[in-house]
T-cell receptor, first 110, second 114 residues
Framework: EDQVTQSPEALRLQEGESSSLNCSYT??????LFWYRQDPGKGPEFLFT???AGEEKEKERLKATLTKKESFLHITAPKPEDSATYLC???????????FGTGTRLTIIP | EPEVTQTPSHQVTQMGQEVILRCVPI?????FYWYRQILGQKVEFLVS????????KSEIFDDQFSVERPDGSNFTLKIRSTKLEDSAMYFC????????????FGPGTRLTVT
């Protein structure tokens, strides 16, 4: 059974204070690992797909990396508008479903 | 930018009633999904739909649930006899092709069963 564990559960940072969110996963044959952003009461918003260990993707202040056991979402010099819950999900080969973690609730304080 | 849309945004129903949640996936997308998120919990997969049939479903998706693509644009989730524990946010998602794996989610329908 695919499993995703995210840490920390919640993170409060000062504006401009860089940090990283962790996503550990177990899946029998990784097809892809996905990062989403979710604002309160809204649907997940797609950020990145990572397919193989060593791959990196960047978008504005966010960079996602992947190893064989975990992924990191690095946030550089965050702004208050980056406050959201960040979700990690995995998809195994032959599956359609995404298996999500519980997310990290990020708060950026001005 | 094309988006997945869902209606209604909030549905209140009584236990035992049937509800239909509606979704319009992104045009030209071929794969369609329903997920749910109980308040404070993970997003959970319910069902995937491709080429007019269910391609994968979870244990949650029992005989009380059904999906349909009644025309070229809508995708629906029906719950035949709602239970209190069906109260959740229901998200529709779509994916363009077999090559791209990312799924694009709609804003959700909040279902409250009383």
């Amino acid at each position: 059974e695919d499993q995703v564990t995210q840490s920390p559960e919640a993170l409060r940072l000062q504006e401009g204070e860089s940090s990283s969110l962790n996503c550990s996963y177990t899946v029998s044959g990784l097809r892809g690992l996905f990062w989403y952003r979710q604002d309160p009461g809204k649907g997940p918003e797609f950020l990145f797909t990572l397919y193989s260990a060593g791959e990196e993707k960047e978008k504005e202040r966010l960079k996602a990396t992947l190893t064989k056991k975990e992924s990191f979402l690095h946030i550089t010099a965050p702004k208050p508008e980056d406050s959201a819950t960040y979700l990690c999900a995995v998809k195994g080969f032959g599956n359609e479903k995404l298996t999500f973690g519980t997310g990290t609730r990020l708060t950026i304080i001005p | 930018e094309p988006e997945v849309t869902q209606t209604p945004s909030h549905q209140v129903t009584q236990m035992g009633q049937e509800v239909i949640l509606r979704c319009v996936p992104i045009s030209n997308h071929l794969y369609f999904y329903w997920y749910r998120q109980i308040l404070g919990q993970k997003v959970e997969f319910l069902v995937s739909f491709y080429n007019n049939e269910i391609s994968e479903k979870s244990e949650i998706f029992d005989d009380q649930f059904s999906v349909e693509r009644p025309d070229g644009s809508n995708f629906t989730l029906k719950i035949r006899s709602t239970k209190l524990e069906d109260s959740a946010m229901y998200f529709c998602a779509s994916r363009p092709t077999s090559v791209l794996d990312e799924q694009y989610f709609g804003p959700g329908t909040r279902l409250t069963v009383t």
